[in-house]
C-alpha cells in the first residue's frame, strides 16, 4: 500500500526491507527518517561494542573513524614537555670554601695538638666547630678519624671540611635609652660640671651626695650620670671614688677607651689627685709623709679601716702645712700615693692630727667650737691626668660653702693654697743658689786643707 510507514528496526533501502528483500549494498541515504537512525548509529569499532576486526576503510579509500585522545594526553603530544631547572648552586659566603682542604703538617707543628693547629693555621674555624667535625667523622689525619687533642706528626696529610658560611646576623634595632630623671634632677647634675670634653667629664661633688648606691642610699652619682650625657651615646663611667661627706673633683670617662685609659692612670699612680683638709692641732713638720699600712677594721664590716703593721696594705699620704691657726688648727695639703679607702682620714687621725668634722676616726675631739662647721672638712681640690687624647685634664674645684666659711672664720689667706706640685717647681739654679754653692765649695775646701795640715804636724815630726 502507498504510504505505509517501514516496520521498526528497518534500515530502508540500505538494510532488510520489511519483506525479507536483500540489502541495497550500501547505497547513499534517501534522507528519510529510517536513514538518519542508521546514520546515528555508532560504528561497528566504537568503544563498547567489541575490538574491530582491524582498520576499516569507507569509500573513496578514507581512514576509518578514530576515538578522540583525552584533552590531557593530546596537549601531551602536541606540546613537549618543559626542561626541569637545574638545581640551584650553593652560593658561598666571601672567603668560604666548599670544597674539602687538605693540608700537609709541616716541621714547625711537629708534634702540636690537633686543635693547636687549627688556631696557628685556621682561626676562624673555632673549638666547637673542630669538635662537632670530629663527632662526625669529617675531620681526618691520614684518612683516619681524629680527634681535637690528638698529636700530629710532620708529613701527616689534614682533611678539613668545607668551611661552613656564617649566617649573617641580623640587625639589632638600636635601643633608646630611657633617661628617668626629673628635670630638677638633670639641671642639678648639669650644674656639677666643672670640665667637659669629648673624653672625660669633671664634676664638683658636693659634701653629702655618695659616689655610688649602698645600703639606705637612694641619692647619688651613678644615678644622676644618665644627666649628663649631653652630645654622647652612652652614659659616662666613673673611674675612680670619693667618699660621701668628702667632696671636690671627681673624674668620669665618657667612652669605653677613655675609661681604660683613665682606669690605668689611677692603677699606675700616674694620676695626681691634690686634697685640702683642715685638721685639729698643728704638726710639727710642715712637709712630711706618712707611711702606715691600713687594713678593714674587724668587727666593724670592712665599713672603717685601720693601721695593721702585720697584715696591712702599703699605705703613703703626702702632707705639706698651708697656714696654722696658732695652735688650734692647720689647713694642710693632701697627696695621696696609693690609694687605700679611707687612707687620709685614717693616716691624719693616726698621727694626732684627724681631720675637722670627722667622727668616725677621731672621735669628739674631731670637732673646733664656736661657729665652724660640724660637718667633714676634706676636698679633692685637683686632679691631674694625661689626656687620652694628648694633653692633660688639670681642673680645679671650688671648696664648698662650709669650708670655706671656716677658712675664713679662722682668718686663713685662700690665696696662699694652691701649692705647686714637685715637677711643676723650677729647678733652674738662680744667682743666689750659685753663690751659696760656691760659698759651701769654698768652705769645704779649706775645711779638707786644714786636716792634711794636721796630718803633716802629728806625732812622726822630729
Known sequence: MKGRPPAKGGTGKSGTGPRGGKPTGGKPSTGRPSDRKSADRKPVGAPGRGKPSG????????????????????????????????????????????????????????????????????????????????????????????????????????????????????????????IDLTPDEIAYAQEMVIHRDEQAIVINKPPGLATQGGTKTDEHVDKLLDGLLFDAESRPKLVHRLDKDTSGALLLARSSRSAAHFAKAFSSRTARKVYWALVMGVPSINDGMIELPLAKQPGTGGEKMHVDQEEGLPARTRYRVIERAG????????????????????????????????????????????????????H???????????????????????????????GFDLSLGDMPLDDEIDRTPTREDEKRFARQHAKQVRKDRKGERRSRGGPNKG
Open 327 to 378: 695652735n688650734r688648727a692647720a689647713w694642710v695639703e693632701l697627696q695621696p700615693y696609693t690609694g687605700r679607702t679611707h687612707q687620709l682620714r685614717v693616716h691624719l687621725a693616726a698621727i694626732g692630727f684627724p681631720i675637722v668634722g670627722d667622727g668616725k676616726y677621731g672621735g669628739k675631739d674631731a670637732f673646733l667650737s664656736g661657729t665652724i662647721s660640724r660637718k667633714m672638712h676634706l
Open 55 to 178: 582498520p576499516r576503510r569507507s569509500d573513496g579509500d578514507k581512514p576509518a573513524f578514530r576515538p578522540k585522545a583525552p584533552a590531557a594526553a593530546k596537549s601531551a603530544v602536541a606540546k613537549p614537555a618543559a626542561p626541569k631547572p637545574a638545581p640551584a648552586k650553593p652560593n658561598p659566603a666571601k672567603g668560604v670554601s666548599l670544597d674539602v682542604r687538605q693540608f700537609r703538617v709541616k716541621a714547625d707543628d711537629d708534634g702540636i695538638r690537633l686543635d693547636r693547629w687549627f688556631q696557628r693555621h685556621l682561626p676562624d674555624v673555632g673549638f666547637n666547630l673542630v669538635s662537632r667535625w670530629s663527632r662526625t667523622g669529617q675531620l681526618r689525619v691520614d684518612g683516619a678519624r681524629a680527634a681535637p687533642g690528638d698529636r700530629i706528626v710532620e708529613g701527616q696529610m689534614i682533611r678539613v671540611p668545607p668551611a661552613e658560611a656564617k649566617p649573617e646576623a641580623a640587625e639589632k634595632p638600636k635601643r633608646v635609652r630611657v
Open 380 to 410: 679633692a681640690r685637683r686632679i691631674r691626668v694625661d689626656h687620652p687624647d694628648g694633653g692633660r685634664v688639670d681642673v680645679m674645684a671650688d671648696l664648698p660653702t662650709h669650708f670655706a666659711n671656716s677658712l675664713h672664720e679662722l
